[in-house]
């Protein structure tokens, strides 16, 4: 989320009904807290911030039906961190947001927390003529070196695909990374891994895992000239599921899903462009 | 803007989205009786293609195939100004999910080549007793060169693309350089080269008591040293292979002679080749000419030295003076 953050983020003006009173009675949960607390090992100087927790929990309800729950916690390390520390998420004009929060805990300790109704909504990428694409974002208060951001979220959204992804590497070093599946019971999952060697899900519920990963550097942009881009060198986890019914359906085809084929064989079709 | 969703909504709507355009031309294509299909592949200025990474997230982007004589012709009529024969870098030389007659198989796209992406540069100068250069310069973009600054351009006016031009090849010459976009390139036509020429006038040579210094190679003067770097964590990406071709035809100021002119070079590698020549085309008129052709994409951490030595050894060439001296008939008269 953060890395997302970092590449699209235009920033919205502070909302001016944010007042002190606002932060009157600021209640940091527990999982911000113990992130907070997270003591930080050595990074290259050039840091401008860490992510201490960056977890997504998938609960799939139907085919391309999922709810998305995020939580994450982000620590400002440099002046030129403070561009990312404020919280902004992206979805489809047919998905919709069910809750967003988010707070930040100063380098001197002064609390602050952010409301759905802090957050203001529009188009999430400027450049495009067109996009069905929204953004809800905010402005975190007190953001300098030292300043720990924290941002959860859950939105109900839709993908014309079974496939649910991992990005558990970003530009800035990332303390602990999770991601948690949930299927509908009798549903299965695939995994697939861009690099690296994959990692051992842990079963945490009848038809729940969970992936976790502690400890992984980041990816600084434009640290060499000329590098290649961001997503050609970022290790990350694809998730494919389907019902059991359909099994022996998907993967048929050098594993892509049943929709993918579907997809492919309906784009030069008049009728279904 | 309304949805299109079927190939007759892109007609009726005379609009669509990149996809929805090649999609279009597919069924175009099909209708023509020409065999047709897509290929789905990512977006190399954001990603590339792990075909083990069974994950549709990787793919941005469709690209037409049409069978012509028995071969597929990849072609991109989505992206704006794209010519014939030509797909947008960002779609190129890479693999993606191909529809077949039954489904979809793994494919590529054809990988570019210098041929496609080509800059041609070409001035005829006059130089004065104060070093200062007059004269003509045309720039000629051709391919992926062409294409990228019709779709810079077609983000303007008229006057924001001649600025665009002028601003351009300012950056290239000498500071405070004069530089006046003379007549109209066809910004509309994707498969003609785009060609512009000035007038231009800048500082040039350096006056050393009797003797002017300067770097024939004027479309490499403010050029700075590629990699300075000797160490490299990540592979070098070029976006796509392309190919500089520079002409300079100088005449001397009157009462001067060439007194000494750079060396001719050549230097080849796997990926590159550099050719610089330099004669005196007449008593009073000196010419150079400078090749360059980058045929790699991608220049891994271990050839790194390897390559930084090519593009040293290309920089220091191209910094090579010429030395104009006092006449000796003039000399002597003096």
């Given amino acids: 989320m953060w890395r997302?953050?970092?590449?699209?983020?235009?920033?919205?003006?502070?909302?001016?009904?944010?007042?002190?009173?606002?932060?009157?009675?600021?209640?940091?949960?527990?999982?911000?807290?113990?992130?907070?607390?997270?003591?930080?090992?050595?990074?290259?100087?050039?840091?401008?911030a860490v992510i201490?927790?960056?977890?997504?929990?998938?609960?799939?309800?139907?085919?391309?039906?999922?709810?998305?729950?995020?939580?994450?916690?982000?620590?400002?390390?440099?002046?030129?961190?403070?561009?990312?520390?404020?919280?902004?998420?992206?979805?489809?004009?047919?998905?919709?947001?069910?809750?967003?929060?988010?707070?930040?805990?100063?380098?001197?300790g002064n609390e602050y927390e952010l409301k759905d109704k802090d957050f203001i909504e529009k188009g999430a990428w400027g450049y495009f003529l067109y996009s069905d694409f929204m953004q809800r974002s905010a402005q975190a208060p007190g953001l300098d070196p030292g300043t720990v951001v924290a941002f959860a979220f859950e939105i109900k959204?839709?993908?014309?695909?079974n496939e649910l992804g991992w990005l558990f590497q970003s530009e800035f070093p990332v303390v602990q990374s999770v991601l948690s599946v949930e299927l509908p019971?009798?549903?299965?999952?695939?995994?697939?891994?861009?690099?690296?060697?994959?990692?051992?899900?842990?079963?945490?519920?009848?038809?729940?895992?969970?992936?976790?990963?502690?400890?992984?550097?980041?990816?600084?942009?434009?640290?060499e000239p000329m590098m290649p881009p961001f997503f050609a060198l970022a290790e990350r986890m694809s998730v494919a599921y389907f019902a059991l019914r359909h099994q022996g359906a998907h993967f048929r085809l050098l594993g892509a899903s049943r929709q993918l084929v579907r997809r492919l064989g309906r784009l030069t079709n008049c009728e279904q462009l | 803007l309304r949805e299109n969703k079927g190939s007759d909504d892109v007609l009726e709507h005379r609009s669509g989205s990149h996809d929805d355009l090649n999609r279009f031309f597919v069924s175009m294509a099909r209708a023509a009786g020409i065999p047709a299909?897509?290929?789905?592949?990512?977006?190399r200025s954001r990603d590339i293609f792990i075909k083990p990474f069974l994950s549709t997230r990787q793919l941005d982007a469709e690209i037409a195939i049409v069978q012509l004589d028995g071969k597929d012709v990849f072609l991109d009529p989505g992206s704006k100004f794209c010519p014939y024969g030509i797909v947008d870098w960002r779609y190129s030389g890479i693999s993606g999910l191909r529809q077949n007659a039954k489904a979809a198989e793994f494919g590529d796209t054809p990988f570019p080549t210098y041929k496609?992406?080509?800059?041609?540069?070409?001035?005829?100068?006059?130089?004065?007793?104060?070093?200062?250069?007059?004269?003509?310069?045309g720039l000629f973009f051709k391919g992926l060169e062409a294409m990228q600054k019709r779709r810079e351009g077609g983000k303007t006016d008229a006057e924001g693309r001649k600025k665009m031009l002028e601003?351009?090849?300012?950056?290239?010459?000498?500071?405070?350089?004069?530089?006046?976009?003379?007549?109209q390139p066809d910004w509309d036509n994707a498969e003609a080269p785009l060609v512009a020429q000035f007038k231009v006038s800048f500082p040039f040579a350096v006056v050393s008591g009797k003797r002017l210094l300067l770097q024939q190679h004027l479309f490499q003067v403010s050029e700075r040293k590629h990699f300075s770097a000797t160490q490299r964590i990540n592979p070098v990406y070029f976006h796509y292979p392309w190919q500089e071709?520079?002409?300079?035809?100088?005449?001397?100021?009157?009462?001067?002679?060439?007194?000494?002119?750079?060396?001719?070079?050549?230097?080849?590698?796997?990926?590159?080749?550099?050719?610089?020549?330099?004669?005196?085309?007449?008593?009073?008129?000196?010419?150079?000419?400078?090749?360059?052709?980058?045929?790699?994409?991608?220049?891994m951490p271990d050839q790194y030295a390897h390559m930084k030595g090519f593009f040293d050894k290309v920089k220091a060439d191209d910094d090579q003076p010429a030395l104009l001296k006092v006449g000796s008939n003039v000399a002597s008269t003096k």
């Fill in chain 2, 245 to 299: 071709a520079d002409e300079v035809h100088i005449t001397v100021p009157a009462g001067m002679e060439v007194e000494s002119m750079a060396p001719d070079d050549k230097v080849q590698v796997d990926y590159a080749i550099y050719q610089v020549k330099q004669n005196r085309e007449a008593p009073d008129k000196v010419f150079s000419r400078r090749d360059f052709i980058m045929s790699g994409m991608a220049i």
């Fill in chain 2, 116 to 137: 496609q992406s080509v800059v041609t540069r070409m001035a005829v100068l006059s130089l004065d007793q104060n070093g200062a250069a007059h004269g003509t310069i």
């Fill in chain 1, 52 to 108: 201490l927790l960056d977890q997504t929990d998938y609960t799939v309800t139907a085919p391309g039906e999922f709810v998305e729950h995020s939580r994450s916690v982000l620590k400002i390390l440099r002046p030129d961190g403070r561009r990312y520390g404020n919280p902004a998420v992206s979805f489809r004009k047919s998905e919709k947001v069910q809750s967003l929060h988010a707070w930040s805990i100063d380098s001197t």
């Fill in chain 2, 37 to 43: 299909s897509m290929i789905w592949v990512p977006d």
């Fill in chain 1, 185 to 223: 019971a009798g549903w299965e999952y695939r995994d697939s891994w861009s690099v690296g060697s994959p990692v051992k899900p842990t079963q945490t519920g009848p038809n729940r895992w969970e992936w976790r990963l502690r400890n992984v550097p980041g990816i600084a942009e434009e640290r």
């Fill in chain 2, 167 to 183: 601003d351009g090849l300012r950056e290239i010459l000498p500071g405070n350089s004069d530089v006046s976009l003379t007549g």
């Fill in chain 1, 4 to 48: 997302a953050l970092s590449k699209c983020l235009l920033l919205a003006t502070f909302c001016s009904g944010l007042t002190n009173s606002s932060y009157a009675r600021v209640n940091i949960p527990d999982w911000v807290r113990e992130a907070a607390a997270t003591k930080l090992g050595q990074f290259p100087p050039e840091t401008n």
């Fill in chain 1, 157 to 161: 959204r839709h993908e014309w695909i």
